[in-house]
């Protein structure tokens, strides 16, 4: 069975400074990967994503990751962080062909001025 | 335009009432979702449809009963609400293993 593993539940971290979150993924087969964010009491919003070719993908905020196979990891990074980009971030997998996604914990991103 | 919009927003109700939320999208899809996210805010898939048809049943109580009218909607009926039924319900929906669109949630109490 596919499974998400985010490595830290909560992140602190100063302004401008740089950071990473942490995911590992289990899957015998080719995988779609996604990190969302939730901000304060909203819904989740897609960050980026891997589907297939360039195992580094951007967003448009300066987000970053890098699809890694043999670690099984997609780990998230950001040069500098600004006070907006505090929220949870999750990592995800999708299942299957359903579509259906499995989450990982969540990392709560926490930054101070 | 809101892409997937689901209502209420806020829903507090007593122990053993009956109660639906409703989701919508416009974005063309085949695929909706419903999503629990609980407490400690961890998300997991409660069900699935695709162009009106139950394709994921994740061992959630029959209390719970998604209906979908038709590939643009799907509502979730709950029955009997428990306290642990209390949280944040997300609906989703996306086009073959492409991204998911997610709703702005739906914030369950069960008082």
């Known amino acids: 069975a596919q499974s998400v593993t985010q490595l830290d539940s909560q992140v602190p971290v100063f302004e401008e400074a740089p950071v990473e979150l942490r995911c590992n993924y289990s899957?015998?087969?080719?995988?779609?990967l996604f990190w969302y964010v939730q901000y304060p009491n909203q819904g989740l919003q897609l960050l980026l994503k891997y589907l297939s070719g360039s195992t580094l993908v951007e967003s448009i905020n300066g987000f970053e990751a890098e699809f890694n196979k043999s670690q099984t990891s997609f780990h998230l990074r950001k040069p500098s962080v600004h006070i907006s980009d505090t929220a949870e971030y999750f990592c995800a997998v999708v299942s299957g062909n359903t579509g259906k996604l499995i989450f990982g914990q969540g990392t709560t991103l926490q930054v101070k001025p | 335009d809101t892409a997937v919009s689901q209502t209420p927003k806020y829903l507090v109700t007593q122990m053993g009432n009956d109660k639906s939320i409703k989701c919508e999208q416009n974005l063309g899809h085949d695929t909706m979702y419903w999503y629990k996210q609980d407490s400690k805010k961890f998300l997991k898939i409660m069900f699935s449809y695709n162009n009106k048809e139950l394709i994921i049943n994740e061992t959630v109580p029959n209390r719970f009963s998604p209906k979908s009218p038709d590939k643009a909607h799907l509502n979730l009926h709950i029955n009997s609400l428990e306290l642990g039924d209390s949280a944040v319900y997300f609906c989703?929906?996306?086009?073959?293993?492409?991204?998911?669109?997610f709703g702005q949630g739906t914030r369950l109490t069960v008082v």
């Open positions: 989703a929906s996306s086009q073959d293993e492409a991204e998911a669109f």
């Open positions: 899957s015998s087969v080719s995988v779609y």
